[in-house]
């Protein structure tokens, strides 16, 4: 996927990019929202050498989108359902209300795959084949 920007903040092969948010865009979670509305995407990687001002081209792998959404979304809910399942059984065979295991190995297990998938954030970011980079310096700035 490419989106363009402007670059606002330059440091050692990094640039942090206002975007221009396309309809095709959606909401990866990528970008942060600032406090007066602007779209910016931090950390893009630039091997091209962006200065303030220039307006961008940014490949976001697509790779990144997929992996994105199975990990937030279906990962958690799978092993919360596949902890209450176990919670369940658990409960009924330790003596205790079945519902009320299912629902503390739920949540156990739901909060579980979350830590998991802040984990896996942290080490796919570190991964150079899903940072998001810059591709082409469409217009220089004038400053």
């Known amino acids: 996927m490419h989106e363009r920007g402007k670059v606002i903040t ?53 790779t990144v989108r ?7 979304f279906i990962v958690p809910v799978a092993c919360m359902l596949a902890g209450y399942l176990a919670g369940f059984l658990l409960g009924g065979w330790l003596g205790i209300a079945p519902d009320v295991g299912g629902l503390v190995v739920a949540l156990l297990s739901a909060n579980i795959a979350v830590l998991g998938v802040r984990f896996a954030e942290r080490k796919v970011a570190s991964n150079g084949r899903c940072t998001p980079k810059v591709d082409a310096i469409i217009a220089r700035s004038h400053g």
């Open 10 to 62: 330059v440091r050692d092969g990094a640039v942090d990019v206002r975007m221009e948010v396309s309809a095709a865009c959606g909401g990866c979670t990528m970008c942060a929202r600032g406090a007066n509305g602007e779209t910016v995407m931090r950390d893009v990687l630039d091997t091209l050498g962006s200065t303030v001002g220039d307006t961008v081209d940014i490949v976001i792998p697509d």
């Open 66 to 72: 997929a992996k994105a959404a199975a990990a937030v």
